[in-house]
């Protein structure tokens, strides 16, 4: 058999049988007199097998160390270990799916989706609490509430194993409280005033205070014992990023209302 023989036989191409051949998958057999390599019934089993091993998954590398091995033990290794991993994948795949189906589903219901999206469940429904909440304002709602999103998303998923409790509590609390949700948007409001303000302007400490009652009860415990674990983000080029994002009035509130917390948690 030519070449294009073997490869239509086994229903490969002739690029991918020069390819295992030069990597040292398939022997190469000597060329005849007449320029030819001639293939024979035993290098297309060999070639058939090959295929066969890829369409499970099996890496070339891994094709090639169960060729080697005449017992075939290497082989069931590499086929319970391509299972496991074939296991682990699926379980990824359905939790992606679950996630889809979720974000398919608020789109459904509300029309859209936030700019933040996707964000855990807990964070979705935190954010829909906050549409709703919008909504009723009568007039646009405040840029720090979209920045305040942005924040929350960012130490989400900069956080996948870190003790993010205080995070989720204080979105619960927001949603099973209607007027904690209007207390938010009304510190909102207020750090939207200071945007332009100096940071000794005099309503800072009055912003300060609001943040801090703003903030549930269990949602504040949360944070503080994250605070006293060393969980919390309150040192290093994070926090120094964030308060850049700030206004010196807006930082000096912010700063203030951590204050106070560490205050009542004394």
Not at 11 to 37: D, F, K, M, S, W
Not at 143 to 156: H, I, T, V
Request: overall charge negative.
């Amino acid at each position: 058999m030519r070449i294009g023989e073997l490869a239509a036989a086994v229903g490969i191409t002739t690029r991918a049988v020069r390819h295992y051949h030069c990597i040292g998958l398939l022997p190469e057999p000597p060329r005849q007199p007449n320029g030819y390599r001639d293939y024979t019934l035993r290098d297309a089993v060999e070639l058939a097998r090959i295929r066969r091993l890829t369409e499970l998954g099996l890496s070339l590398d891994e094709v090639k160390d169960v060729l080697a091995d005449d017992v075939g033990r290497d082989l069931v290794e590499i086929l319970a270990e391509l299972d496991a991993d074939l296991g682990r994948q699926e379980e990824e795949i359905r939790q992606r799916r679950v996630r889809l189906g979720r974000l398919l589903e608020q789109a459904e219901r509300t029309g859209r989706l936030p700019v933040e999206a996707p964000v855990s469940p807990e964070l979705t429904a935190l954010f829909d609490g906050m549409a709703r909440a919008s909504a009723r304002l009568p007039g646009p709602e405040p840029a720090m509430a979209a920045k305040e999103r942005e924040l929350l998303a960012l130490l989400e998923t900069g956080s996948p194993g870190g003790d993010r409790g205080w995070l989720y509590a204080m979105g619960q609390g927001l949603i099973a409280d209607a007027d904690a949700m209007r207390r938010a948007y009304a510190v909102y409001a207020q750090m939207d005033v200071l945007a332009e303000a100096a940071e000794d302007d005099p309503r800072v400490e009055g912003t300060a205070r609001a943040i801090v009652e703003s903030i549930p009860d269990e949602a504040a415990q949360a944070m503080i014992a994250a605070e006293s674990t060393g969980g919390s983000r309150e040192e290093g080029g994070f926090t120094n990023a964030l308060f850049a994002e700030f206004s010196p009035a807006q930082a000096a509130a912010v700063r203030r209302a951590i204050e106070l917390l560490g205050e009542r948690a004394g």
